[in-house]
């Protein structure tokens, strides 16, 4: 069963050049994450009749409780993500176990959405969930960069956050149609069994890392990348070579306090690049919840849609997702962050600001004298958007990606030899999270208090800002006064407060 190594080398396991091949690893992630999103989306229209026919909520409790489960994912996938990248870079010499960590409370949180009968059993399938998509995104995000190199991250992520989009777009209508025609019994039927694809998957990939302990020489793979391109899965070896000179200014200064002795990733939370990099994917979760909550509203008052109506306006939205992210991801990984963030957001300015075209419609439009046109306009429109969100889909995570390994590769015995991208990746998660959650509640209000166009000029002006604060500080050397021109200046500058 297994074949021994000369020379006293451990035992290689059955099927390691493919098990840890870059395409297997990075399908393993992208099933991971498109289970994630699809469970999400899959829940999303049975709660209000679980709330009604099994729990018996008062009917004018159920919209509180629904967007309290709501509140309930995020907070626990804001909590989950640190401590899993956490854990992830220091308490394991592998990421596989906490990847399927995630997997198992996933699984956990299916089986009590499928038997409760109780909100604080509800709650808790919510929390554990939460707790699932955070620790999936903070491992997976970390096991790509590690497999595929810094150089190849855009294209990579552009194209698991593309499939995403068809899981978010997609599973909410399957879900309504599952529960329809067969109840509960389909829809978490799917869902158990998208589980156990994603178990098979996590337990058979094998990381770089762990392979190179079997072989001399990195596995094959169907790419035809350079030898450098597949050690980057290893962690002592630098994703992109660098001189002294150039890591300069990102050394940083020795921490005086337990906390940055034990997590000295935030010593790096000063560099305006950084910051920057998780802004961004703040605000391209705030756009991703906004257009969430106020679409299917809009097609329900405006134009008087069914669930299933309003469903399918997101595909617009959503096709255009995953037809240009993988464009844009490998436009990210050929001209960098700061030029394709900045036309990202430029774009979406006038693209959101064309939102107020459609306007409320009539008497008569609502007799179809002109109403087709103005559903077809705001289909045309939202599938432009679509065409920004493909746009920034890469670029908060490959930014924050660059900047940390110029620290780790500057610090190596601060950071023990190990670049903690997991800890960088579940601090992205949460911020990602926060987003999603903010973007629904803040164009909600906009949208009853200053209208729907109104709120989507907003939104413009936000991207607007954004594409500024991009230009600015994306893609950009570090120059903070006093960080790494010789030893006795290191302890100056803005970071005294985190030391």
């Known amino acids: 069963m297994l074949k021994t190594m000369a020379r006293g080398k451990p035992a290689t396991p059955i099927g390691l050049r493919w098990r840890s091949s870059t395409v297997f690893i990075c399908i393993t992630v992208g099933v991971g994450a498109f289970t994630d999103m699809f469970l999400y989306g899959l829940i999303v229209p049975v709660l209000p009749f679980m709330l009604q026919d099994r729990v018996h909520t008062p009917t004018s409790d159920i919209q509180s409780t629904i967007s309290n489960l709501l509140a309930i994912y995020a907070a626990a996938s804001c909590l989950a993500s640190p401590i899993a990248g956490v854990l992830a870079d220091r308490l394991s010499s592998s990421r596989q176990f906490p990847f399927l960590l995630g997997l198992i409370l996933l699984l956990l949180s299916t089986i009590l959405l499928a038997v409760g009968n109780s909100i604080p059993v509800l709650a808790v399938a919510r929390f554990l969930q939460g707790a699932s998509g955070g620790t999936v995104w903070t491992i997976g995000l970390a096991l790509l960069i590690e497999t595929v190199g810094q150089e190849n991250l855009g294209k990579t992520i552009g194209?698991?956050?593309?499939?995403?989009?068809?899981?978010?777009?997609?599973?909410?209508?399957?879900?309504?149609?599952?529960?329809?025609?067969?109840?509960?019994?389909?829809?978490?039927?799917?869902?158990?069994?998208?589980?156990?694809?994603?178990?098979?998957?996590?337990?058979?990939?094998?990381?770089?890392?762990?392979a190179a302990k079997y072989t001399t020489s990195p596995p094959a793979t169907p790419e035809a990348n350079p030898p450098a391109t597949e050690n980057s899965a290893n962690e002592s070896t630098p994703l992109i070579q660098r001189s002294p000179e150039e890591l300069d200014p990102y050394r940083l200064p020795t921490p005086?306090?337990?906390?940055?002795?034990?997590?000295?990733?935030?010593?790096?939370?000063?560099?305006p690049g950084l910051l920057?990099?998780?802004?961004?994917?703040?605000?391209?979760?705030?756009?991703?919840?906004?257009?969430?909550?106020?679409?299917?509203?809009v097609a329900s008052t405006r134009y008087d849609f069914n669930s299933l109506q309003a469903g399918l306006l997101f595909f617009p939205?959503?096709?255009?997702?995953?037809?240009?992210?993988p464009i844009f991801g490998w436009c990210v990984d050929r001209w960098g962050t700061k030029p394709i963030s900045v036309i990202g957001f430029t774009y979406l300015v006038p693209a959101l600001?064309?939102?107020?075209?459609?306007a409320e419609p009539s008497v008569s439009d609502k007799l179809n004298l002109d109403l087709p046109h103005q559903i077809a306009l705001y289909a045309s429109l939202l599938a432009l958007n679509g065409i920004g969100l493909a746009i920034i889909n890469s670029s908060s995570v490959v930014e924050s990606g660059n900047v940390l390994e110029k620290y780790w590769k500057a610090n190596e015995g601060l950071f023990e030899g190990r670049a903690p991208y997991a800890q960088l990746y579940g601090i992205n998660s949460m911020i990602w999270s926060a987003g999603l959650t903010v973007?629904?509640?803040?164009?909600?209000?906009?949208?009853?208090?200053?209208?729907?166009?109104?709120?989507?000029?907003?939104?413009?002006?936000?991207?607007?800002?954004?594409a500024v604060l991009?230009?600015?500080?994306?893609?950009?050397?570090?120059?903070?006064?006093?960080?790494?021109?010789g030893k006795g200046k290191r302890n100056s500058g803005g970071v005294e407060g985190l030391e």
């Open 256 to 271: 005086k306090t337990r906390l940055t002795r034990a997590l000295p990733i935030l010593l790096t939370l000063r560099d």
């Open 470 to 485: 991009a230009a600015v500080f994306v893609g950009g050397k570090r120059r903070l006064s006093g960080m790494g021109k």
């Open 439 to 466: 973007g629904p509640l803040v164009s909600g209000v906009l949208r009853v208090r200053v209208g729907y166009g109104n709120m989507n000029a907003v939104l413009a002006g936000i991207c607007g800002g954004t």
């Open 159 to 210: 194209t698991i956050f593309s499939f995403c989009s068809v899981a978010g777009l997609f599973a909410p209508v399957i879900g309504g149609l599952l529960y329809e025609k067969t109840g509960y019994t389909g829809v978490f039927g799917l869902g158990i069994a998208l589980i156990a694809i994603d178990f098979l998957l996590r337990l058979f990939m094998i990381e770089k890392k762990v």
């Open 317 to 325: 939205l959503g096709v255009t997702d995953f037809l240009f992210g």
């Open 353 to 358: 600001a064309l939102l107020r075209l459609p």
């Open 276 to 297: 920057t990099a998780f802004f961004i994917g703040f605000i391209q979760a705030f756009l991703l919840g906004a257009f969430d909550a106020t679409v299917p509203l």
